[in-house]
């Protein structure tokens, strides 16, 4: 069993900084690919950045330039830097693994249980 735990979310003044963590019990990140991804109210859930199994990072436009992931492989978690926020930030944001169904990587995802984030203007 696979457990994702989320932690640094909370509520900064536009133009502010917030780090994400996600922590996983049962698979390492670097195995199939992992992300971050929010969901804003009333909208989709929608990928924010992910670590392919490759090593190949990638970033939703909106994010380009001001969000950074990265993973720590000893520690196996993951991380997401945020900066220049912005109210359209404003999102519960989600740590996804791509699950591992030996013997090969799925199509599915586990998900941790969300981490609010609040930019007010």
């Known amino acids: 069993q696979v457990h994702l735990e989320e932690s640094g979310g909370g509520s900064v003044q536009a133009g502010g900084s917030l780090a994400l963590s996600c922590a996983s019990s049962?698979?390492?990140?670097?195995?199939?690919?992992s992300g971050w991804y929010r969901q804003a109210p009333g909208k989709e859930r929608e990928l924010v950045s992910g670590?392919?199994?490759?090593?190949?990072?990638t970033y939703a436009d909106s994010v380009k330039g001001r969000f950074t992931i990265s993973q720590d492989t000893r520690k196996n978690t993951l991380h997401l830097q945020m900066t220049d926020l912005k109210s359209e930030d404003t999102a519960v944001y989600y740590c996804?693994?791509?699950?591992?169904?030996?013997?090969?990587?799925?199509?599915?995802?586990?998900w941790g249980q969300g981490t609010q984030v609040t930019v007010s203007e």
């Open positions: 996804a693994i791509v699950k591992w169904n030996y013997p090969h990587c799925d199509s599915d995802n586990y």
């Open positions: 049962g698979q390492l990140f670097s195995l199939c690919g």
């Open positions: 670590i392919g199994f490759d090593g190949t990072i």
